[in-house]
């Protein structure tokens, strides 16, 4: 019993590296709400609407020294989808990182590019976020 209890104040806790953001926005007539995490070498991106807060999609998107676009993958959801894929690539092409995105709103042409902008202008705001 003692040497369990001597292990265990072996135990060396180190702090947690991540840092969490997460921003509430009106783009046109749809709330959305964003929690960004940025992990070692990573970003993670999770948009979703303020009435559902689930997590039905995911895609990994990274750079590569052998291609010129970014490597991308559905890890979560309908491939008929694009939506997370494009914005996982265009996100890791802009900050060079890997990059995760699960984008839970049923996707319209009208508000995307909106959503994206939002989404850049929290980076420029944030700037720690992209402090690697």
Not at 13 to 27: D, E, I, Q, T, W
Not at 29 to 56: A, F, H, K, P
Request: aromatic fraction near 10%; proline fraction near 4%; include cysteine.
């Amino acid at each position: 019993m003692a040497n369990t209890a001597e292990k265990k104040s072996e135990v060396e806790l180190l702090p947690c590296s991540f840092k969490f953001h997460n921003f509430v926005a009106k783009v046109s007539d749809t709330n959305i709400n964003c929690q960004i995490i940025r992990m070692e070498d990573s970003l993670y991106l999770w948009i979703g609407d303020s009435v559902n807060g689930s997590m039905e999609d995911l895609s990994f998107a990274l750079i590569s020294s052998f291609e010129k676009q970014p490597i991308a993958t559905k890890i979560m959801g309908s491939i008929a989808n694009p939506t997370s894929t494009n914005m996982a690539k265009r996100l890791s092409m802009k900050f060079g990182k890997a990059i995760y995105v699960s984008f839970n709103i049923t996707p319209n042409n009208i508000i995307l590019p909106g959503i994206e902008k939002r989404i850049q202008e929290e980076f420029k705001t944030h700037a720690d976020l992209l402090s690697f």
